[in-house]
Structures are given as C-alpha cells and as structure tokens.
C-alpha cells in the first residue's frame, strides 16, 4: 500500500473514499450519526461500517492510544481494500508524531494477506492512502520509518508462513543471504563441518535425522561510527516433530512457526539497516530441523555444548533450547565487546499457558534492562511481560548424570526453567547484558488478532528496533 502525506484541505482532495476513526460520535456530523444509530454502530475497537452513498468508512476506536488507532486503521484498510475502489483519505487527529506512526504502521501491517499457496488468487488492485496532515520533513520521516518497519515485519510473517517443504535450513540461509545482499550486510553461512570443528554438538545432534543439513547464519550490520554494538541470537527451527519425543499429530500442525526467532532476526537487521541506526548488529542464527529417523538424538543422550557443559537429554521435543546453547556460545565466543546479547525463539508452551497467545515472555538477570525491553515493546505496538527466575526453580534442571537437563523434573514454570537452562551459556561476564525473549505465543496465532492476521505475527521486530532506537 502506497502512502503519501498531503497538506491540502481535506475537502479539497478527490478520493474515491474518506476514512473517520470515530473516538466519540457526538464528532460525526448529524447525517452520518443517524446512519450509524440505524445500524447499531459502537465505538468500539474493530466496529467498522461503510455507508457506500457517502463513501465513508467509519471505524470505532475506544482510546487515543498507539494500539488503538493501529487496530481502528487496519480494520477500515481491511474494509476498503474489499472494495473495488483505489484511493482513500484520512485526517490526521491528536498528536501528529504518535497517530502518524500508528496509521502508517496499523495500514501495511492491516493490509497483509499471504496467499502463496492458492490456486485462484485474487487480483491485486494497487491501493493509496493519502493522510492529511502539515506535512513536513520530520513527519516524512516517521512515514518512511514506521514503512520500514511494518515491511520488515511482513517480511517476516512471509517467511514464518511459508510451509516447511519450501523453507527447510538452506532455504533460510537463501533468504539471508538476500536480506544481506539487498542491505550491504554481511552474511557468513557455515554448514555441519564447521558446527562439527566447533564442538556444536548441541546443535548438531538436533539436526541429525534430517536430510537438511544445519546451517549457521551470521549477519552483521556495521556502520561507520556505531554507538553500540548488539547481538541477536535466534531460533530458527524449520520444522519440530518432536524428534523421538514424537508430538501429537495436531501439536505437529503449525510447527513451520518454529523458524519465528530466527526470521525475527532476519528482519530486525532488516529495518535496522533501512533505517541506517548507528548500531552495529550481529544476528546469529541456528537453523536446523528436528526429525526422525535412524540417526535421531535420543532421550538418555547426553550432549557436550560448544562451552563444554553436558547436557542430559530427557525429551528430544526441548530441542530448541539445545540449539540456542551453541548458537549463544558462538556467538560470545565470536563477537566480543558488545553491549548487549537477547535471543528470539518459540521455546515453550509453558509461555503461552502462563502469559497468553498474544504476549511475549522476557526473562534475564539484570532487572533494569528487562523493565526496558518490557517497555520497548509496549510502546512499540507489542505486548510483553517479565518473568522472573528464583533459585528454587533454577534446582529443578538439574542432572544426576551431567551437568544440566534439558528439561525440568517439574511440570510447573515451563517457560522460566527453559530461561534457566539458557542462564548455563550466557557467560559470566555477560550475565547483566543478556535477555531471552519467548516468542511463542504471539509469533503465530490461528486466528486474526487487531492489526495481525491469521498465522506469523511478525513478533519481535518492532519491540526490537523501539529498543535499539531508544539507546541512541
């Protein structure tokens, strides 16, 4: 969707359709307001009506807040866009910067469909939305931000969404490689004789029934004069039967969601260089898929982590938290002198249970910088919690044949053992700059929700790049 700023009269500017967020309807004219009485119209989040004789869409939005404003515009976008109509107009409302930034953000990510896989597709008409606004160079400027960032994002749900039969580990190394050629980021792919070399043998053993050979993914963005330095680490599980540890037939159905850490990566350095932050970034990245077969790791294993830690193996389902340990490792080994390292991945069920399917899990030793993240992330559009580890918890992964278990002897706190058992290759050092983010919950969601639609979220980027633009 094309978005342009425009300085004139609203009366002035020809659309084929007006669109009015409605916060109150005492603002509507008195016309329209008895229109809307007759057919019921709420000022709610995603009440929407189109009165075609006027050709006006108007929409509820019950707060003047980012989310809100987000949802009401992606919702009118969703009802414009089932129109044959090509143009539409909106006034800007409230404060300029904030409302700009959620119209522009709320639209594109609105406005996204996948329909790669079907066989009748619907003929795209290309749509505008012209906001009316003063505008000016510093409000251009959130235009080609927050674009940059909503196409980030749905870079990502394209990636998430597509099916593991057409994106297995080389596949996102391709994708990669792409993204780095399109940014002038580096991009270093290594295969399974160098995880070999590197006693990542974590991550190696999760690979080992699969045809896909793993590959490990480092980007990274250097600018001249960078401020900072970040290191993201991602999950990037193509596919996850379970391994051994077979999941159920319907927990197996959305496992091509798996790869959502790794991806949030892939477009996180994606925006960050389209924005041209003065931070240079590292993205790390495990891609590997979890199968069966002859060669699968097995339950009773026990592994020896690119840090020398040995892990016993007591379910082949809690994979990717074994592909993390090396890939954080490497990633400390490799990259020295950086402020902070926060990895992305889908890691358990427990998060979704405990938080919900809509928000993110953030745990970390070092209070402050989790009260940040939790903030950056609100206030970016994207919901999220802290989860606190204790060390009563932290006895629960414990083994009695090695030095740590890659499950819990408890059922309960899912989410925080799984952060726990991450804590054991963070190295001292690096305890108070390292954050783990569990994704699971909102990265893909079997039903529409607000401004995301059925399938990936796109979750992580846009809480990313609010914190990192934040540090500047």
């Known amino acids: 969707m094309k978005i342009t700023l425009s ?8 659309t084929a359709v007006e669109i009015k967020i409605v916060l109150d309807l005492e603002d509507v004219c008195k016309y329209d307001k008895d229109i809307l009485d007759d057919l019921n119209f709420k000022v709610k989040d995603e009440e929407v009506v189109f009165l075609v004789e006027s050709k006006k869409i108007y929409v509820g939005c019950e707060e003047e807040s980012y989310d809100a404003i987000a949802i009401a515009i992606s919702t009118a976008i969703k009802k414009f866009n089932s129109t044959k109509y090509k143009d539409a107009k909106i006034e800007i409302f409230g404060d300029e910067s904030s409302t700009l930034k959620a119209l522009v953000e709320g639209a594109i990510l609105g406005s996204y469909t996948f329909d790669k896989y079907k066989s009748k597709k619907e003929k795209e008409i290309k749509k505008e939305l012209i906001i009316i606004c003063k505008a000016t160079k510093e409000l251009q400027k959130i235009v080609d931000e927050s674009t940059h960032i909503a196409d980030s994002v749905n870079k990502v749900r394209n990636f998430v969404n597509t099916t593991p039969q057409d994106f297995y580990p080389e596949i996102m190394a391709k994708e990669a490689r792409k993204v780095a050629k399109d940014n002038g980021i580096i991009c270093k792919i290594h295969g399974e004789e160098f995880l070999e070399k590197n006693q ?26 960078a401020t900072k330095k970040i290191v993201l680490v991602g999950k990037g599980l193509t596919y996850d039967s379970g391994g051994l540890s077979l999941k159920p037939a319907d927990f197996m159905v959305t496992m091509k969601s798996d790869k959502s850490g790794g991806c949030a990566v892939i ?26 077969g002859g060669d699968a790791y097995k339950p009773d294993d026990v592994l020896t982590a690119k840090n020398g830690k040995t892990i016993e193996v007591r379910n082949t389902d809690a994979e990717g938290r074994l592909v993390l340990a090396d890939c954080l490792c490497y990633a400390q080994d490799k990259i020295k002198d950086f402020d902070y390292i926060f990895d992305f991945a889908t890691l358990t069920g427990a998060c979704v249970v405990g938080v919900g399917e809509y928000t993110t899990g953030i745990m970390g030793n070092n209070t402050i910088l989790k009260r940040d993240a939790v903030s950056s992330a609100l206030n970016s559009g994207e919901y999220a919690t802290s989860l606190p580890f204790n060390r009563f918890l932290k006895k629960t992964i414990k083994s009695e044949i090695a030095d740590i278990c890659n499950i819990a002897n408890t059922r309960y706190g899912g989410a925080i053992t799984a952060g726990l058992f991450l804590d054991n290759f963070i190295y001292d050092e690096n305890k108070d700059k390292w954050l783990h983010f569990d994704i699971a919950g909102p990265a893909f969601v079997e039903k529409a929700w607000g401004y995301n639609p059925h399938g990936a979220s796109g979750a992580g980027v846009r809480m990313t790049v609010e914190f990192l633009k934040n540090l500047l």
């Open 7 to 14: 300085s004139e009269n609203i009366k002035k500017i020809d």
């Open 267 to 292: 477009g996180i350095l994606n925006a960050v260089s389209k924005l041209n932050l003065p931070i240079e970034v590292h993205g790390i990245i495990g891609a590997v898929e979890n199968m069966i």
């Open 200 to 225: 990542m043998n974590a991550m190696l053993s999760v690979a080992r029934a699969s045809i896909h050979e793993p590959k490990l993914i480092h980007l990274a963005y250097k600018p001249k004069n």
